[in-house]
């Protein structure tokens, strides 16, 4: 994954910055419609973009987010793939 070869100190400024949307429901909140909007950029670039591919780009990129935020919210105790990894696992693939 892209963070394997973060230098330590990005890695901690990453942390401290997802601890930051973790804790403001605003920023959650925002975090949420980025990750939509986000999703809907991937699908309008793809050259076809059916129901799968819509709920695909959606998936994929909520795992993303839930992934960061489940870290943050563990104040960064939990080991960062593990997060992705359990929430990309819980896309079934």
């Keep these: ?20 949307i973790a804790g403001t429901p605003s920023l959650r909140r925002r975090a949420a419609e980025f ?11 793809l050259p076809t973009s059916g129901t799968a591919e819509v709920v695909q780009a959606g998936a994929y990129l909520a795992a993303f987010t839930t992934a960061l935020l489940a870290w943050a919210d563990s104040g960064g105790e939990r080991k960062l793939d593990e997060v992705f990894d359990e929430a990309f696992g819980a896309l079934g693939g």
């Design 1 to 20: 994954m892209w963070f394997a070869s973060m230098p330590p100190d990005e890695y901690e400024e990453t942390l401290l910055r997802w601890r930051i």
């Design 35 to 45: 990750e939509r909007e986000t999703a809907g950029m991937i699908v309008g670039a």
